[in-house]
């Protein structure tokens, strides 16, 4: 299979993620335009939380790029209850079931991979370490 385009990889990842999360019972809003720090909003329970998500489209990838600059945290007096990030290895190459590992802002931001370059990022085989996969309890 060809490579997807990185736009092709962010929507796929965004809404799979959604789907994952709607059948998990939360109400699902997409942001569109130039909402950088928040692809969507869930709600549950009265509780409205804000997902980052980054995406990688093949089995074999290392790492999600994310700029450490870029990381939002909320706190309980700001707008929203928590951000959350879920990162997604879609396995477009295989067609295996796309991975999602759950992270809050602060676990990023202890976590991440800075480079001299500013190509900052998360790695691959640290989330799977950890034990991030499938932590949708997290959100």
């Known amino acids: 299979m ?46 409205l939380i804000a997902i980052q998500v980054k995406g990688i489209q093949r089995t ?26 879920v990162f997604v290895n879609l396995h477009s190459d295989t067609f295996e079931a796309p991975e999602f590992f759950i992270l809050n802002s602060k676990e990023v931001e202890q976590n991440i991979k800075e480079t001299d370059s500013g190509r900052d990022y998360i790695d691959y085989n640290f989330m799977v370490r950890i034990n991030a996969k499938d932590q949708w309890s997290k959100i």
Do not use: P
Not at 25 to 39: E, P, Q, R
């Open 2 to 47: 060809e490579k997807l385009h990185k736009t092709q990889t962010g929507i796929a990842s965004e809404f799979f993620v959604a789907g994952e999360l709607a059948r998990r019972g939360f109400n699902i809003t997409l942001t569109f335009g130039n909402t950088k720090a928040v692809d969507l909003l869930v709600e549950k329970d009265s509780r």
């Open 60 to 85: 074999k990838s290392i790492c999600w790029n994310i700029s450490k600059k870029n990381i939002v945290q909320f706190n309980s007096e700001r707008k929203y209850h928590k951000i959350m990030y």
